[in-house]
């Protein structure tokens, strides 16, 4: 006989959700997810996804991701430290660090547990960590697996940080105290402020941790926040996935020979997770190759943010304070953002609305992602749909 009361938890906590409007339903991808996506057998325009530069339907890197099958098969067969460490993810650590001008690099299977697996190898609980308020559920959750103190600052607050930061340091409490942020923060697209965030750093000894998961393929020519502002240098450990811009799966983390030694002896996932597969390591490698290469499709990426945010706020819709091409039409009321976004659906738009907890309460939104893939005629469509229902729910 099965768990009474796992079946009670589950079927009361499910049907509260229902109720309250927050059950969020799947809408599987039939195909792939590229500028155009296929649900429902209905064709969409697709603005809800990370793949930044289009490079999860790229041919090259569908052919390297075949040719590694062929040469190496579909799975590693190991954790990194026994002998799951193959050729091709040495390759691609090699090139994440020059990808980030540092002096190594180590790679993880997601995004997410590499921010567990870095901020709890390096921090402890005699430790303190200063962290953005609207950082990513990723940083959270590896802030408390870590047991340190965590200390939230407001968001992009330097007054805020810096009080903080001098209390923390102070207080004679903490072995070390780390101060941690998104360098894109993906629900308004804003920067973070890095220059003075490093000079508090200096101020205190802080050790300092950049999430670039939105900023890595977007900012910096394409090699992120940290080079964008000039900032190689004074980040300690600049963490990144292979799943938005590179357009494949995994995380890493660039930094100190150091750094990188420890993280290989002491983070979890590391140690005790299979690493991926031959064809993300050789897939993820040959993308990083392309952006050092080139930076036509980061442009692309700017050039069609411009142009989606120009035709946004022509027509009257609040955008937000977005620095980047994540374009966020504010709504407000959650219902409305909701009713918004399938409306949108309805007439070939895939934007999916962001409500509260993500958002605060009150700023429910539509949020946009437009990639290097879009055509102009595209944005044009879109654009057209969102007058079209802008106009129809008086929101314009
Ligand atoms: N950090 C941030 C800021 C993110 O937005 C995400 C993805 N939503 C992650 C980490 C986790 O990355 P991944 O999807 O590669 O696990």
């Known amino acids: 006989m099965t768990s009474k009361a796992l079946d009670t938890f589950l079927n009361e906590n499910i049907a509260g959700l229902k109720e309250q409007g927050l059950y969020n339903e799947i809408d599987p991808v039939q195909g792939a997810n590229g500028p155009v996506i296929k649900l429902n ?30 040469s190496h098969g579909v799975g590693a067969g190991a954790v990194r430290t026994i002998n799951g460490t193959l050729d091709l993810h040495l390759e691609l650590e090699k090139k994440l660090a020059a990808f980030k001008g540092t002096e190594a ?11 567990m697996a870095a901020i ?60 941690i942020t998104d360098g894109v923060f993906s629900m308004d697209g804003d920067v973070a402020l890095l220059p003075e965030i490093v000079q508090i750093a200096e101020e205190f000894d802080l050790i300092t941790y950049v999430d670039d998961a939105h900023g890595s393929g ?74 050092m290469e080139s930076t036509e499709l980061n442009e692309k990426l700017w050039e069609n943010g411009d142009y989606l945010k120009e035709g946004l706020k022509k027509l009257g819709f609040d955008i937000g304070n977005s620095e980047t091409p994540i374009t966020p039409c504010i709504i407000g009321d959650e219902k409305d953002a909701q009713q918004f976004s399938k409306r949108l659906y309805e007439e070939g738009v ?11 309460k009150g700023t429910g939104r539509v949020r946009n992602m437009p990639t290097a893939a879009h055509t102009k005629e595209m944005l044009d469509e879109a654009i057209a749909v969102y007058e079209k229902v802008g106009k129809e729910m008086g929101l314009i």
Request: positive net charge.
């Open 120 to 179: 709890s190898a390096v921090m402890d609980k005699n430790d303190a960590i200063l962290s953005d308020e609207l950082n990513h559920a990723s940083i959270i959750d590896g802030c408390r697996l870590s047991k340190a103190k965590i200390i939230r600052y407001k968001h992009s607050d330097m007054k805020d940080l810096r009080e903080k930061a001098k209390e923390a340091t102070e207080s004679g409490l903490y072995h070390k105290v780390m101060v």
């Open 350 to 360: 895939y934007a999916k609305s962001i409500v509260f907890p993500t958002v605060p």
């Open 105 to 115: 690099a180590i790679s993880y299977q997601s995004g997410f547990n590499c921010n």
């Open 218 to 291: 977007v900012l910096g020519n394409g090699a992120g926040t940290v080079k964008h502002f000039g900032l190689q240098d004074k980040v300690d450990m600049q963490m990144g996935t292979l799943s938005k811009a590179i357009g494949v799966i995994g995380g890493y983390v660039a930094g100190k020979e150091n750094l990188i030694d420890w993280l290989k002896v002491r983070s979890r996932p590391f140690l005790f997770s299979t690493a991926v597969s031959p064809a993300d390591a050789a897939a993820s490698a040959k993308a990083v190759d392309m952006l």
């Open 41 to 70: 057998g209905k064709e969409l325009i697709n603005l809800s996804s990370n793949n930044y530069l289009g490079l999860a339907t790229n041919e090259t890197l569908k052919e390297v991701a075949k040719e590694a099958v062929d």
